[in-house]
């Protein structure tokens, strides 16, 4: 008996000394990591809001560290975080601290601040998953999926998300919701299928998004590897390097998962890997049912005007851009062919379904019937090569009113002459920070149009600062020393331009009114 007891105590007093032994080597790593942050806007964002969990002797504390590492220093490895894992991990044995295998096979599977190993991290969430921990049965079930660190197996999947969500995982019921639907490792069940969906529908545009951003991020990784190794930067050659097929075949099956989960413009993503032959054999004919799905044809069509991954063919070109409602790049094709008729017939059809995101081509339909041949000017890159359009400032100024281009609408009514259009652009912006320059700029049109009393009254306004000015109000600003140290503070935003006012007195002046200090007659305030 006494030797049980002694046992027993020994193996507290062990157990005591690892604990103790891995809070000294938080504390050492706590130190180590703010000690390297310096001026990282990121990594004291990232301290600041995980402080608590970054000050406890926890597995949070080391996932934390590492990410702030991995923002200050990008790849570069940390010699103590990959020194201390192999006693980090045998700790986490010993106690059972799933949280902290979790965590750890995170770190490895990420690669944050050490080396990426896929083979370890899949190890420590088995073991975790062996202790019933529930975020590392979702990660490991996400690889049995992915076939990444082990071979892909929907059973294994299922297994593993069933449990998680038997537990109460969000994403789990989201996984289980979606395998019954479609019957991915278990058999197709709607009665389940609904139960599942009612308890986490809410939650299923979140996931998806999160799953195309992580398809997005391999995509990235594969494309930059295939540039570093063939130092061309090409995106069409060389497709057989074994990183880079590899993370493609991830991508994929990110971009499958989300539209899985409801995320349908991942289709499009999908086209372009059959397209172009990313991770894949090139299958032209894949490519267009994934873009069908998306209902987006416009990388295609674009491969079709440049003669990428197919052969050049203008028809093809103008057929997908139509099929896709791409008017602006047909007119486009149109124009820089010399058919400025045509041209202009598929900018207005583009006008009559301009969309809000599309200022930027509808503001340059505007500036070339603005200039006409003197649109060239512009012509400092490639998008304004090929032909102009001629001459026509009714429909320049249509297409600017359509993106709301006050300042574009006031240099074409004054170069006009028309003053009382101008004036009505200025009148529309009379509020907020800028009011003083409109108020100003109104007054210097009424002056021009030869409109003096009008001219006064609103340079009175300035004068006798008898407008609603914007309160005042303090912003930050960033700025660096000298010497590289980050050094911030507040500037104060005036409600008043001194500047204008002060032009505004000259102009008084000049107009010979000279009661303008004291007056406050019947000139109503704005």
């Known amino acids: 008996m006494a030797k049980l007891r002694n ?107 050490v080396e990426c190993d896929v083979t370890k991290a899949v190890e420590c969430f088995k073991l975790a998953v062996e202790f019933k921990n529930v975020s590392a049965m979702t990660n490991l079930a996400k690889l049995y999926m992915l076939g990444d660190g082990v071979e892909y197996d929907e059973g294994k999947a299922f297994n593993l998300y069933k449990q998680a969500a038997m537990l109460g995982n969000e994403r789990a019921m989201i996984e289980m919701y979606i395998r019954y ?53 090409s995106l069409y050659t060389s497709y057989n390097d074994e990183f880079a097929r590899h993370y493609f075949g991830i991508a994929m099956r990110y971009f499958k998962n989300a539209i899985r989960y409801g995320r349908m413009d991942a289709n499009y993503d999908l086209g372009q890997y059959y397209l172009y032959g990313y991770g894949v054999k090139q299958d032209l004919s894949k490519a267009i049912e994934y873009f069908d799905k998306a209902k987006n044809w416009c990388v295609l069509a674009s ?31 149109y124009r820089k062919a010399g058919d400025l008729e045509e041209a202009g017939r598929w900018y207005s059809k583009y006008h009559e379904t301009y969309k809000t995101d599309d200022r930027y081509e509808v503001r340059k339909i505007a500036r070339m019937y603005r200039d006409g041949e003197k649109y060239e000017r512009e012509a400092f890159s490639e998008e304004f090569e090929g032909m102009k359009l001629n001459k026509d400032t009714a429909k320049a100024i249509e297409y600017f009113k359509l993106i709301g281009d006050s300042d574009a609408l006031r240099e074409i009514y004054e170069a006009e002459g028309n003053f009382a259009e101008a004036i009505e652009q200025y009148k529309r912006e009379m509020t907020g920070e800028n009011i003083a320059w409109s108020i100003f700029s109104i007054a210097e049109l009424y002056e021009k149009a030869g409109d003096k009393d009008n001219a006064v009254k609103y340079y009175r306004m300035l004068a006798e600062k008898n407008y609603n000015a914007p309160a005042k109000r303090k912003e930050r600003f960033v700025s660096y020393s000298p010497d590289g140290k980050h050094v911030g503070g507040e500037y104060e935003i005036g409600s008043e331009d001194d500047l204008v006012i002060n032009l505004a007195k000259s102009r008084l002046k000049k107009l010979g009114v000279k009661d303008y200090d004291s007056a406050r007659d019947s000139v109503g305030g704005i």
């Not at 639907?181 to 998806?208: Q, T």
């Not at 099929?323 to 047909?330: A, D, I, N, Q």
Request: charge should be negative; charged fraction near 35%.
């Open 7 to 113: 046992r027993s105590f020994k193996e507290t007093n062990k157990v005591d000394s690892d604990k103790k032994k891995f809070q000294d080597s938080l504390k050492s790593l706590r130190k180590l990591v703010v000690g390297h942050i310096g001026d990282n806007f990121e990594a004291e964002r990232i301290l600041e809001h995980n402080k608590k969990d970054f000050e406890n002797d926890t597995c949070e504390c080391i996932f934390i560290s590492a990410s702030i590492w991995d923002e200050v220093y990008g790849d570069r490895n940390c010699a103590y975080i990959e020194s201390n894992i192999p006693m980090w991990l045998d700790y986490a044995i010993r106690v059972r601290d799933s949280d902290l295998l979790n965590a750890i096979g995170r770190i490895l599977y990420e690669g944050r601040a």
């Open 181 to 233: 639907r479609d019957g991915e490792g278990v058999h197709k069940n709607r009665k389940e299928a609904s139960r599942w969906y009612e308890r986490i529908k809410d939650k299923l545009p979140e996931v998806a998004d999160d799953e195309y951003e992580m398809g997005h991020n391999y995509t990235i990784n594969a494309l930059f590897q295939i540039r570093y190794n063939e130092k061309k930067g």
């Open 303 to 333: 491969s079709y005007l440049e003669g990428e991954a197919v052969e050049q063919s203008l028809e093809k070109a103008i057929h997908y851009y139509s099929k896709g409602g791409h008017w602006f790049y047909v007119g486009e094709i």
